[in-house]
């Protein structure tokens, strides 16, 4: 397959020429050069781009029924469920897309940490993906509020209160932040202005992400460099397309699953209360994909401190490519790492766990270790297990790790295979 | 730069680099402004309550900027407990004369002053108020004992305006 596209038509010769639009995008999507081990780990960048692009069309669509005031919100969406023809559709789409959009970003996030797909020379890539994140964690929350029940509220008002923790200036803050004294109507509307802003951002970063991808090209499990063009890599077309429309599809029917038969299954009940500024649920808990962090804020006794320590969970995590002072990528070449990534993420598990349970007594000791633990793996594990580790010895290429002794012995005289 | 003599251009590239750089960043505050609370929020600050209705052990709940306000009658009991208390044991001392004018009415603004929630009355540890989402217990003054909070349910400006009304704000 050549590298350059020859359009066949009149027309797109003329277009080309003058926009070489469609070259661009037939080298990213076709002949790119792709290692030829990638397993379904990989498929996760194209679920994601999927929900991406699900949630801004599902979104646009919202957006023309919801009204974003305090004293309507909540009608308008119950509007939506009722009286939009399909709105119910629409927004348990939207809403349960959310949902596996962090699913999705999770796994794509932990395959990264499992290969060291974040490692020379992908750094940037990964950086660029912890912007991602962060903005997928302010449009999500952002998102959530929306509906004006009593869990949108509530954690809109716990969420800006965080601002409120630093010294000095943190009431002028907040009550910038709620344009009032509490939260009302003026942070609904600006919440739903930059909402709908946000996805088109993480959007530009996207092509970003790819475009950063596509100068090393893909890492892939055994986390050794390839050779473009060598017989280590395949065509991304037709090769990885069908596979990652395969993981699409099962991805789909998962989704399917959530809208069709469980909508409500990840949401809470509460947030069909109409939202209430005189009072505070029992027990307030954010999206089951905020647990993990959630749990960090609780673990420590002071507000500032909580709050420092929150954000500093998921700032650590641009940093990885320098805390991590191996120089092997892959986990199974790492017989120590591998052990402590699933510990890692059995703990990160752990502590969504803990997110959800009301903070006393044991729940907020284990919670403390839980947290403690997530830290001790950046910040000492990681740096420490690239001096004392001793690796097992890589593979010379993609080949090798797959081959019969006879084919090796085949390889090593010189034989064509 | 500095073997090199100042002319006449880098004169002129610094003070326009200057007085654009002053034009932008006084550009830039209306556009941060207009997110602080606006005229008709303002307006909204001050709240009238009438205190007849409410007997003692009672307690309202009333509005204010958006924001609940706790008002109890307190028992006798409930006030010998706040002033009972050794400043010394308080992570935000605070005597009880300071935080009522009259040691019968307490008002205070009812949010938890760690995230926010509004705190659940005559329950926790200390018969006071507790806060249901991360378990802050106040006294019957209002004042924080235990948990994340930092400091005490704050207390809003409040006049009698005579023996049966108050003003907030």
Redesign the interface.
């Given at each position: 397959m050549s590298d350059n596209y020859v359009p066949k038509s009149a027309v797109g010769k003329w277009f080309n020429e003058r926009l070489p639009l469609l070259d661009l995008i037939y080298g990213h999507l076709m002949p790119y050069p792709t290692p030829k081990n990638l397993n379904y780990f990989w498929t996760f960048g194209g679920i994601l781009t999927f929900c991406l692009v699900t949630q801004i069309i599902t979104g646009l669509v919202l957006a023309m029924h919801y009204v974003a005031d305090a004293d309507l919100a909540f009608a308008s969406v119950e509007h939506i469920m009722r009286d939009v023809n399909y709105g119910w559709l629409l927004r348990y789409i939207h809403a349960n897309g959310a949902s596996l959009f962090f699913m999705a970003v999770y796994i794509h996030m932990a395959r990264s940490m499992f290969y060291g797909s974040y490692k020379e020379p992908r750094e940037l890539i990964w950086i660029i993906g912890v912007f991602i994140f962060l903005l997928m964690i302010a449009t999500a929350f952002m998102g959530y509020v929306l509906p004006w029940g009593q869990m949108s509220f509530w954690g809109a008002t716990v969420i800006t209160n965080l601002f409120s923790a630093i010294p000095i200036v943190g009431e002028s803050v907040t009550n910038w932040l709620w344009g009032g004294y509490a939260v009302g109507s003026p942070l609904l509307t600006r919440f739903f202005t930059l909402h709908y802003l946000m996805p088109f951002l993480i959007f530009a970063l996207v092509i970003l992400h790819v475009w950063a991808l596509h100068v090393p090209g893909n890492n892939n499990p055994e986390g050794i460099d390839v050779v473009k063009g060598s017989q280590d890599t395949v065509p991304f077309h037709p090769h990885y397309v069908v596979k990652d429309l395969f993981a699409l599809v099962v991805f789909l029917i998962i989704f399917a699953g959530f809208v069709f038969f469980v909508p409500n299954l990840l949401g809470h009940t509460d947030n069909y209360i109409q939202a209430n500024p005189l009072q505070t649920p029992e027990h307030i808990v954010p999206e089951w994909y905020f647990l993990p962090f959630y749990a960090i804020l609780r673990a420590v006794p002071d507000k500032l401190g909580g709050v420092i320590l929150m954000v500093s969970a998921i700032a650590i995590l641009a940093f990885l490519p320098w805390l991590d002072t191996s120089k092997v990528r892959s986990a199974k070449y790492r017989p120590l790492y591998k052990q402590f990534v699933w510990l890692f993420f059995a703990n990160t598990i752990f502590l969504g766990y803990l997110g959800a349970q009301v903070a006393d007594g044991l729940f907020l000791i284990m919670g403390r270790i839980a947290t403690v633990y997530y830290f001790a793996h950046f910040i000492v594990i990681l740096p420490l297990l690239g001096y004392i580790e001793k690796t097992k010895p890589l593979p010379k290429s993609l080949s090798e790790p797959v081959l019969t002794k006879e084919e090796k012995e085949m390889l090593a005289s010189g034989a064509t295979t | 730069m500095s073997d090199k003599p100042v002319t006449r251009r880098n004169f002129l590239y610094i003070t326009t680099g200057t007085f654009t750089a002053a034009g932008a960043a006084s550009l830039v505050w209306p556009f941060?402004d207009q997110?602080?609370?606006?005229a008709s929020?303002k307006a909204l600050a001050s709240t009238e309550v009438d205190l007849r209705p409410i007997a003692p052990g009672q307690s309202i709940?009333v509005?204010w900027?958006?924001?609940?306000v706790f008002i109890r009658r307190r028992t006798t009991e409930e006030i010998s407990e706040a002033k009972a208390v050794s400043l010394d044991e308080l992570p935000d001392p605070q005597d009880d004369a300071a935080r009522a004018k009259n040691p019968e009415w307490l008002v205070m603004v009812g949010?938890c002053t760690?995230?926010?929630?509004?705190p659940l009355g005559q329950k926790g540890e200390y018969n006071g108020w507790f806060?249901?989402?991360?378990?802050s217990h106040y006294d019957t003054s209002g004042r924080i004992r235990k948990?994340?909070?930092?400091t005490n349910l704050e207390i809003p400006d409040y006049v009698f305006l005579n023996d049966n009304t108050i003003k907030i704000g």
């Open positions: - | 941060v997110m602080n609370p606006d929020v709940t509005l900027r958006g924001k609940p949010i760690h995230l926010g929630c509004i806060c249901p989402c991360h378990g948990g994340p909070a930092p």
